[in-house]
C-alpha cells in the first residue's frame, strides 16, 4: 500500500538544478569523510588515543544541518544524509558516547529540522535517539532534546492510528 | 528501573503502525551492548566503592 509515493515532492526548477548538483555533491563527500572519521575514532580509541575525528568535521556537518535552504538535500532520503548523522552519534564500540559537543551540535540541529517519516525510514536515526533517552550518560538537556524528537517523530505514526478508528 | 525511558506507548496500535515504529525506532535491541557496558560498569564502580 506504500505504491502511492510523491514523485514530484521534490520538483526543481531549472536554474536550480546546478546549484542542487552541487550540494548533492558536497553531501556526498561530506558523508564519506564522516564515515572515514567514525571507523578512526573507534580505531583511537582502541589505542586509548582521544577520538578528535569526529570533532574535526563537526563545524562542516552542523553547517550543513543549519542551512534552511538546502533542507530538502539534507533530508532526502536518497542522499540520506541523516543515516551519516546517525553514526556521528552512535556509542564508540567501547560503550562511549561522542565528545559532549557532538551530541549538543547535533541534537540541537536535529530539533529544528522537519524530518519526515522517508528519512526516518532510510537513515535509521530513530533508532540512536532512543538510545539516547534509554543511556545513564547523556545530559539531562540531551536527554530531553532525545525525548522530544521521539516524540515528535513518532506522532504522525501514532496519530494516523488514531484516525482510522474514527 | 531499568525501563523507565519507555516513553512511546503503542498499547492500541494497528500493525501497520506498530511495523513503522519499529523500523523507525528499532526493537530496542539496537544498542542493547552499549547499555550492558554501561551498566557492567556502574556494577564495578559500586564494588569499588
Known sequence: DAAVKNPGKRRRKKDDIDLEDEIDEQIATLK?????????????????QPAVHKLKLLPQVTALLNR????????????????????????????????????RDIFTALAKLP?????????????????????????AGIKRIAERLLGEWSRPILKRTDDYKK | PKDKALIVDTTGLDKDALDDMEAIFGNG???DWALQIEEDEEEREREEQ
Do not use: H, W
Open chain 2, 29 to 31: 535491541e539496537e544498542y
Open chain 1, 32 to 48: 564519506v569523510a564522516m564515515e572515514k572519521a567514525c571507523v578512526a575514532d573507534n580505531e583511537a580509541r582502541e589505542k586509548g
Open chain 1, 68 to 103: 534552511t535552504a538546502i533542507q530538502d538535500s539534507v533530508l532526502d532520503p536518497e542522499t540520506n544524509f541523516l543515516q551519516s548523522i546517525k553514526y556521528f552519534l552512535e556509542p564508540l564500540n567501547d560503550g562511549s558516547l561522542p565528545a559532549y559537543s557532538i551530541q
Open chain 1, 115 to 139: 524530518i519526515n517519516k522517508d528519512s526516518l525510514l532510510s537513515s535509521g536515526i530513530g533508532k540512536v535517539v532512543l538510545f539516547y533517552t534509554r543511556s545513564k550518560r547523556p545530559e
